[in-house]
Structure formats: C-alpha cells, structure tokens
C-alpha cells in the first residue's frame, strides 16, 4: 500500500516538474501564412535578422538566438545590430531600406517586432489531495491508514505575463512580403529561456511551411 501511494506521489512531482520545465519558454505559433504562389522548395538561404526592440541587450538576444536556429537548418543568417546599428531606420526613406539592405548582400530579411505584452489573472480552486483508486473498506484503521496522508490545498491567485510577437519574411529585391507568423509567449522564466522559446517556434514553422 505505501508504495503504491508512493508511487502516485512519485508521478504527481513529475508531472509538476516537467510542467516547469515547459513553462520555462513556453512560445507557441498562433498563426502563420505563406504568399501565395510560393512554389514548392523555394527557400530563402541567405537572411538579415532584424527585431525591432528597444533594448539593446533584448535586441541582441533575440536576433542571435534566432541567427543560431536558422544556422542549425543551413540558412546563412546575420544579426542585424552589428551590420545596421541601432538608429538604422531615422531618417531613412521607407521605400528605399529594402534596396539598401540587398545592397550589402542579403537576399531577405526576417523582421520580429513586439506587439503587445499582456498579464492576466487567474484563480486555482482548492481541494483535496488523496489517492482516488484506493478502495477504503473494513476496519476504522484501514480508513485512517489510507486517508491520514490526504492533504488540502488552498486556492491561490497567479499571474500569466504574455508576450506577443510578429515575424515577417521578406524578399528584398524586388520587395514584396514572403511569410508572415504570430507567437505567443507565456511567463519565460529569463530573457535566454524565452527568446530561445521564440526563435525555435518561428524557425520551426519556417521549415514546416516550407520556407527554408
């Protein structure tokens, strides 16, 4: 009998510990398209990653985790920051960048920009812990026995922090918008953790639809 509640006690941790480990970057793909017409292995192979964040340690996370996930599936891929700088975009005519750009060798670019962080509240209703299998029958003791290690817990309120993302790929000569792709990212444990969250969901679905 005790190890068997031990045994269900056991799986219990590991199912939180591992809820843990997930939490930890969760970033999923809520939505993603490609242009119309895209033809069949027409991959992009040599990209220009921009994020468009303030920060500059922020900026340089983001585009390097993306740059190491593309480069793990063969794209030649750069980091923006060291190549543009970080003021690249005042004063800049909108309609030449794309040109610029393609000038210094880049066939596309990958745009990731924040655009929108959210927290929510929620409500966990409390109960009682016990082992739901274990028959009790017989004997008072036999009921004191398996029921004594029931614990209660109390409800608690969490918040979720929520961070939402864009990703578009360009071509940059002639420009026109490749792929498109929205990400959700739920409470990353640091800055590593969720921008190697973000990169991996979007370079991920970059191959399943077929753009690199």
């Given at each position: ?74 794209v030649e ?100 918008l490749l ?34």
């Amino acid at each position: 009998m005790i190890a068997r509640i031990t045994a269900l006690l056991v799986t219990l941790v590991s199912a939180v510990l591992l809820s843990a480990c997930v939490t930890s970057h969760n970033t999923d793909v809520t939505s993603s398209s490609r242009v119309k017409g895209h033809a069949p292995g027409d991959h992009v192979n040599k990209v220009l990653v921009i994020a468009l964040v303030d920060q500059p340690n922020i900026r340089t996370a983001v585009e390097e985790r993306l740059v190491a996930a593309l480069q793990e599936r063969k794209v030649e891929a750069t980091a923006s920051l060291p190549v543009l700088g970080a003021d690249y975009g005042k004063g800049k005519d909108r309609k030449e960048m794309a040109a610029d750009i393609a000038a210094r060798g880049y066939e596309s670019a990958l745009v990731v920009t924040l655009i929108d962080v959210k927290e929510e509240m929620h409500y966990t209703q409390g109960g009682m812990n016990y082992a739901p299998d274990i028959a009790v029958q017989g004997a008072m003791g036999q009921t004191f026995y398996v029921r004594q290690s029931a614990v209660y817990e109390p409800g608690y309120f969490s918040n979720d922090k929520k961070y939402f993302l864009e990703s578009n790929l360009y071509q940059l000569d002639p420009e026109k918008l490749l792929w498109s792709a929205k990400t959700t990212t739920v409470n990353p444990a640091d800055l590593e953790a969720g921008t190697t969250g973000v990169a991996k969901a979007v370079v991920d679905r970059m191959a399943k639809d077929d753009m690199i």
